[in-house]
């Protein structure tokens, strides 16, 4: 009855491939905190009716992961009501090229565009000036947003309803406690497209280490900032409520949330009184096993998977890197907390750095299959991220840097390497997930789960998604999903778009080969599991052999090359 109509429009960006073509799925794996967070703000600004009685706000989320992103129909939207906004969320630097061929067509429909992410806050908090990028996005009317939208997006929202968007919105000294604060909420048509059907929220932000390839503490703060166990337990119940339970916190680093016992001590109390059923994955740093009854109420609250910043098994890289808190000789011991509990882990390892050659991470691999019992592992390649240190010393000293961001996906060499060339360093990368992941050390994993009280099932499916999805489909894991989408008409700007006669024959082939060597590398995996199933021996190895004080030199200190490693 008179009401102006205001339509935001969230988009949280995905990211092309070597082809050029967008990296989408029918399920994608990973949810978006980023999206959650704001879409929960903004259902809050909107019940509040905060832009005026007379103003109704219309709210659409779409995370291009796993959904093709209906421009025209947006265009057709925010036209129809006369006044509207399209925000990118939690862009990162690798997303960055396509959200902007996105925006550049919502700008040339006359649309009102904001980006905000990691790739603006990094770039504001870290450089002395303005990159390309930003320039050309602020350049096109492109609101830039740096910081975090807690009592800042209504102020936005007013802007654009105004007309008078600000070409930057600068928040990054300002940033916001968490307690009390609208929490994350996505509906149940967004979560369900996500594998799994997992909700994502941040329990905290901030992390008070000094990782120099890290772009989170200079975004986020190195003062942990967290969320009351009362606002866990809300949005909790909230996706509890539209049959959501299972989670990803996204913390950089849970065990450094100051308010970790309480959040856990609260999901705990509903797994064990009311019954409930809670699952999540954490991410968590090396000394976590340190904090006492941390990794016990982990596991009670729900914690079915931890991701941990393994980093590297080399101290001189760990020192190069300020990694200080990662202690190799603490490794063996924090894998056994874990695994008592039957935890299942992941570890990111990363290559290149500045004393890295192809042998000496050929060497250190093998270390890790022999030493250490963490069962997944994923491999990135050292990138000056912009927002971390790293990329802010090689910005100021002039070295070259790849001007292409659709390549910081810790995938792709973007700088150069004292030792390996940029062509021995992609190849090292590529052969370090056929040498972890080879057949003997899949057998390996399951008989270490089996022995540990892991069903070895449980493995096999993240095995599965993990070095299929890599091998195959050749993209990190972070970005996979459950069927690859590839549109034609979806394609980096510059690169020519693709005959139909072409591109459909081919896409079939490729649909086909995928699906065929899925089954047959299942049933690989399927009868190894099923050898390790049916051995009825007791196993051990040095890796599930009793922590001792100091630790084998392996790991202390880099042995000498020999046999086949070297």
């Known amino acids: 009855m008179g009401d102006r109509r205001f339509v935001v429009e969230l988009i949280k960006p995905s990211h092309y491939d070597d082809d050029g073509y967008v990296i989408q799925w029918w399920k994608s794996w990973i949810p978006s905190n980023s999206l959650a967070c704001l879409y929960g703000i903004a259902t809050e600004i909107a019940a509040r009716r905060a832009l005026g009685d007379d103003v109704t706000l219309e709210i659409r989320a779409y995370d291009e992961c796993h959904t093709v992103i209906p421009v025209r129909r947006i265009i057709q939207r925010i036209k129809a009501a006369g006044a509207g906004l399209v925000c990118f969320v939690g862009v990162q630097s690798n997303q960055f090229p396509r959200a902007m061929d996105l925006a550049m067509?919502?700008?040339?429909?006359?649309?009102?565009?904001?980006?905000?992410?990691?790739?603006?806050?990094?770039?504001?908090?870290?450089?002395?000036?303005?990159?390309?990028?930003?320039?050309?996005?602020?350049?096109?009317?492109?609101?830039?947003?740096a910081g975090e939208a807690e009592g800042r997006l209504e102020g936005v929202f007013r802007d654009a309803l105004a007309g008078r968007l600000l070409p930057i919105y600068n928040y990054m000294d300002e940033l916001p406690g968490l307690q009390r604060q609208v929490t994350p909420f996505l509906p149940i048509d967004i979560v369900r497209r996500y594998g799994e059907t997992i909700g994502a929220f941040d329990a905290g932000r901030g992390c008070p280490f000094q990782c120099s390839f890290c772009t989170i503490i200079n975004v986020q703060g190195r003062k942990s900032r967290w969320r009351d166990a009362d606002d866990v337990e809300r949005l909790v119940r909230a996706n509890l409520a539209q049959g959501v339970f299972r989670f990803f916190i996204t913390d950089d680093n849970f065990a450094r949330n100051r308010n970790?016992?309480?959040?856990?001590?609260?999901?705990?109390?509903?797994?064990?009184?009311?019954?409930?059923?809670?699952?999540?994955?954490?991410?968590?740093?090396?000394?976590?096993?340190?904090?006492?009854?941390?990794?016990?109420?982990?596991?009670?609250?729900?914690?079915?998977?931890?991701?941990?910043?393994?980093?590297?098994?080399?101290?001189?890289?760990?020192?190069?890197?300020?990694?200080?808190?990662?202690?190799?000789?603490?490794?063996?011991?924090?894998?056994?907390?874990?695994?008592?509990?039957?935890?299942?882990t992941y570890a990111g390892y990363i290559l290149g750095f500045p004393s890295d050659t192809p042998e000496r991470i050929a060497q250190d691999i093998a270390t890790v299959q022999r030493e250490l019992p963490v069962d997944l592992l994923e491999f990135f390649i050292l990138t000056p991220l912009p927002g971390s240190a790293d990329h802010q010393a090689l910005d100021a000293d002039g070295v070259w840097m790849d001007s292409d961001m659709n390549k910081y996906d810790l995938e792709h060499v973007t700088t150069g390497h004292p030792v390996m060339t940029a062509q021995e360093w992609q190849r090292v990368y590529r052969r370090a997930w056929d040498l972890y992941y080879s057949k003997e050390h899949i057998e390996t994993i399951f008989r270490r789960a089996k022995a540990s009280g892991i069903k070895p099932v449980r493995l096999l499916n993240h095995i599965l998604q993990f070095y299929f999805t890599f091998i195959q489909e050749n993209v990190h894991p972070l970005q996979g999903g459950y069927f690859r989408r590839k549109l034609r008409r979806s394609r980096r700007s510059g690169l020519p778009r693709e005959n139909p006669l072409v591109f459909y024959p081919r896409r079939v082939r490729e649909v086909v080969e995928t699906h065929t060597k899925l089954v047959a590398f299942y049933l690989y995996l399927h009868r190894i599991r099923r050898r390790v199933e049916r051995d009825r021996r007791p196993y051990t190895d040095l890796a599930l052999a009793p922590v001792a004080e100091p630790v084998t030199a392996a790991l202390a200190r880099p042995a000498p090359l020999t046999g086949a490693a070297a």
């Open 260 to 344: 970790w016992e309480a959040i856990f001590d609260r999901l705990i109390a509903m797994r064990e009184q009311e019954g409930l059923r809670l699952q999540f994955i954490i991410q968590v740093d090396t000394l976590c096993h340190r904090i006492p009854n941390f990794v016990d109420k982990a596991a009670r609250a729900g914690c079915k998977r931890v991701f941990i910043g393994l980093e590297n098994v080399n101290s001189d890289n760990l020192l190069q890197a300020k990694k200080r808190q990662n202690r190799v000789h603490e490794y063996r011991r924090m894998f056994h907390e874990w695994r008592t509990r039957q935890v299942i």
């Open 105 to 145: 067509a919502f700008r040339e429909a006359g649309v009102a565009v904001a980006i905000g992410g990691f790739h603006v806050s990094g770039c504001l908090a870290m450089l002395p000036d303005l990159p390309h990028d930003l320039k050309q996005a602020r350049d096109s009317g492109i609101a830039l947003f």
